[in-house]
DNA sequence: AAAAAAATTTCAAGTACTTGAATTGCCCGG
DNA sequence: CCGGGCAATTCAAGTACTTGAAATTTTTTT
């Protein structure tokens, strides 16, 4: 950067050499108090701003920390990555962010990127495509800890941080089922692993209160063009249609109302509605939302933290991965008949 | 980063210099071919990354941007942003992102912090607070090219890419007068210059068609606790109310149909609303929102190139600030009588 | 005034990498 | 058998900074 002055600048400057410099900058007593104040009132007068760089070279540490980030336009992500800043800013960590939407090659790449930036551990967001074994061995031979947000599977080795996803999907169903309804449909989402946790929910749910799910009342967002909006209104436009929807998140539910809406069909009284986020659209839509509540920004926080934490251990990932499931809560509103 | 390997390390197992083992790497005529084969395969072994900071050291560009950004939860910005990203990523640039609302310290530590990092230029977004002297003074004398976003004042000395927020606000005050609507209100936002701006179009609407602004009809979310949503609904409870609202962006007209639905008012029979930005929500409530279309995505791929060029021809601020006002739509929908 | 002691400053090496210059090793001709 | 010419490799300095050791300057003591 042009302008930027050096300690050897300001060595120059003052008659002395960079090494008293960078001690009269650190109040080392062994300085001269006169020299030091001389030292100190030409780095105030050119605003002097240690190179952070140098620091990451000569300790290993670069105090940044690799984010793959889907895209920026998405509340509960957004949400998720607030919490995730709060506690990285605390502890004095930056980020360097890469949204896998963006990228042209593997995922792979992006972890080639992060190395190369030295970054000190890595938050991966789901990306919603298959990844290439090539980047999964990549992944396993990164050398710095990577925790996943919001996405696991069985046996999986990483660090995670997420909703119980099955668990508020169970409860949003039999929510419908005791207050009467049966005739229940699905809007899921089969490209990330929170959405196939929800679907299982869904279904343990169904079966275990002696219902079937009907797969033509089971629609995949994966499948949709831009958004779930037409799909849903021709599902609700058939003359057997379902009396409620459990719906993969309150965009989704937002989209099925506005369906309703179109076909003149009534919520709560012809069609409950269940989302799933308890974003501030659900509060603030009429009917309010019913929902399940998340907690995006405490997920970015304990996921923040659960990494500094194996960073400052330095133990790698060799003491097995830590899960963390962060408790849902339905949220009642007026959408539920 | 443990486990990283340097070329000193690739040397020491290929029995070579680091020297040689940086010309093989590269290519370099000099180097004899089976030796560099001989490197190039450690080096794939170990899947050699080179230090990205020594490439910053060494030729004086970080190729980072420095990104000072309110929250992650924001739709508008998120799209911004997403703008940016694309287009700083196809040129190689990577981002270093802090939030204005996670700072404890002045404005100024967040110029410190990217200082540090030595970017190569900056994209502000608007600050929702007064900026304080020292931080203006601190601007003033840094370094590289500073972009703002979406906020400009009289005299900005600074380049700016930005939506037309004076000339959508009059356009969407005008069209609720040629509907022949003339008891309007505001809702507005006192803290940002695109506030401020999209205020002064909705009183420049109002006098030049000889309508007077009642300023009990206007309200001010800077005032609010956390929504507008309790003042939006004591304005609308009255017996005097408003029948036409222009909203400071779709979020509060939104809150806007929330509280006229909760006073049983009929959008848009007995209140037209219009909003700003024309999110995705605005197309997806119902009825669908009037609103003033804007381009965040090409706002945001706009002031990344411009950034670019101001950093690849090196000039500084000297050649006077470029200011690139991005054009506004009014789209009708049903909010309007 | 010279030596000892103390105070202050500079040196040098290390972090990772680049690149022109210098050096080494090697084959061949005289 | 030794120097020219060439290919292949290493050296050295530079980027910004830290830190213990060494060197220098200043002060004190005899």
């Not at 300085?31 to 105030?44: F, H, N």
Request: proline share 4%; hydrophobic share 35%; net charge neutral.
């Amino acid at each position: 950067m042009y302008g930027v002055i050096s300690l050897k600048k300001i060595g120059r400057l003052c008659g002395v050499s960079e090494s008293t410099v960078s001690k009269a900058l650190k109040d080392h007593p062994q300085v001269k108090a006169a020299t030091r104040e001389r030292i100190q009132m030409v780095a105030r007068k050119y605003n002097y701003q240690p190179n952070a760089m140098v620091e990451c070279m000569q300790t290993g540490r670069s105090k940044t920390i690799g984010i793959a980030y889907n895209k920026f336009n998405d509340m509960f992500a957004g949400q998720v990555m607030q919490g995730i800043h709060q506690t990285l800013y605390r502890n004095g960590y930056e980020t360097l962010i890469i949204c896998w939407d963006l990228i042209v090659g593997d995922g792979a790449d992006v972890l080639n990127k992060f190395s190369r930036r030295r970054v000190d551990g890595l938050l991966l967001f789901p990306m919603e495509k298959l990844p290439s074994p090539y980047y999964l061995e990549q992944l396993q031979s990164f050398h710095n800890p990577i925790l996943m947000i919001d996405q696991t599977w069985a046996g999986n080795e990483y660090d995670f941080v997420g909703s119980d996803d099955q668990a508020g999907a169970f409860q949003a169903t039999e929510h419908l089922i005791r207050r009467g309804l049966s005739k229940i449909g699905n809007v899921c989402y089969g490209a990330v692993s929170s959405g196939i946790e929800r679907r299982k929910g869904f279904e343990t749910a169904m079966s275990e209160n002696g219902l079937t799910v009907r797969q033509d009342w089971l629609i995949d967002i994966t499948d949709c063009l831009e958004t779930p909006y037409q799909k849903i209104y021709e599902l609700l436009r058939a003359e057997d249609r379902p009396e409620a929807l459990v719906c993969f998140n309150d965009t989704c539910a937002f989209e099925a109302a506005a369906a309703a809406y179109d076909l003149d069909i009534k919520i709560p009284q012809q069609l409950s509605l269940i989302g799933f986020g308890d974003l501030d659209i659900a509060s603030k839509m009429r009917p309010r939302l019913t929902t399940v509540h998340q907690s995006p920004e405490l997920i970015g926080r304990k996921a923040a933290q659960l990494l500094l934490d194996k960073i400052s251990r330095k133990e790698g990932r060799k003491a097995g991965p830590e899960h963390c499931v962060v408790p849902v809560e339905l949220i009642e509103r007026e959408s539920v008949r």
